[in-house]
């Protein structure tokens, strides 16, 4: 990117030394923040998917495998490393099944995609339509619930089917092999477990925590816009993050 920009190494060294200290410090602590809460969401899910086992994920690990995978998604795509990091964890130093570890975090995951597809609809149409700062936030606030609607019912109805499909005639059609390892991962989203993450308000502190998280993301990259001295205003920068 930077050889066809034809961008030159003194040139990004002269962008980068306009940031002061405290510019640095700013920058560096809205990712650590952002990185704790993805980090409080995959324990909060992780803790009630494996509620039957004495000891769940601690914060100390659940942050540390979240920087991690943070560290990977700058060579390989965000939401695999992410995956990937926290399963090695799990198998290697916190004694987690490596499929409960992939499900939640996936399960985590889908309340940031949702939050970024809600918003960044929400300001293609206000930009199309030439709406103002006003109408723009409640358009989008209203597209973020909507959203947030949906994908409760999206999991409640794709839970319940999910916990049905292995009493089902087609799946005893299956190979015997492939139903007895199918079997007590279908059972499972029919159990109190799985009903846990369903429950309204646990799933609403989930995407919330996704929007504060989206909050600080833009925060941080109109503070990089601010100091490269772009002249871009807030609610551009906001704009331009979500499209």
């Known amino acids: 990117l930077i050889a066809s920009a034809k961008v030159r190494v003194a040139d990004i060294v002269a962008v980068m030394a306009r940031f002061s200290i405290g510019a ?19 324990r909060l899910v ?12 601690s914060l100390p690990a659940s942050l540390y495998y979240t920087c991690l995978g943070a560290a990977l998604s700058l060579v390989f795509l965000p939401q695999a490393a992410m995956v990937v990091s926290r399963m090695v964890g799990s198998r290697q130093h916190l004694d987690q099944p490596t499929a409960a570890t992939a499900a939640a975090t996936i399960y985590e995951q889908i309340f940031d995609a949702a939050t970024l597809v809600a918003i960044a609809v929400a ?19 209203l597209t973020w619930a909507a959203a947030g609607f949906a994908l409760l019912l999206f ?11 292995h009493s089902s005639r087609g799946f005893r059609c299956l190979p015997a092999s492939l139903r007895a390892r199918l079997e007590p991962k279908l059972a499972w989203f029919g159990e109190p477990a799985a009903q846990t993450l369903l429950v309204s308000r646990f799933v609403v502190g989930l995407y919330a925590i996704s929007a ?3 909050a600080l993301l833009v925060l941080r990259s109109y503070i990089v816009l601010r100091v490269v001295a772009l002249p871009v205003g807030s609610g551009e920068a906001f704009k331009a993050y979500s499209l």
């Open 24 to 42: 640095c410090l700013a920058v560096f602590g809205l990712t650590l923040l952002n990185l704790f809460l993805s980090s409080i969401k995959w």
């Open 46 to 57: 992780m803790n009630r998917i494996v509620a039957h086992q004495p000891a769940g994920i």
């Open 123 to 141: 300001t293609l149409v206000a930009i199309v339509f030439g709406a103002g700062p006003g109408p723009w936030m409640v358009l989008m606030a």
């Open 155 to 165: 999991f409640r109805i794709g839970f319940r089917v999910s916990g049905t499909l």
């Open 212 to 214: 504060v998280r989206y």
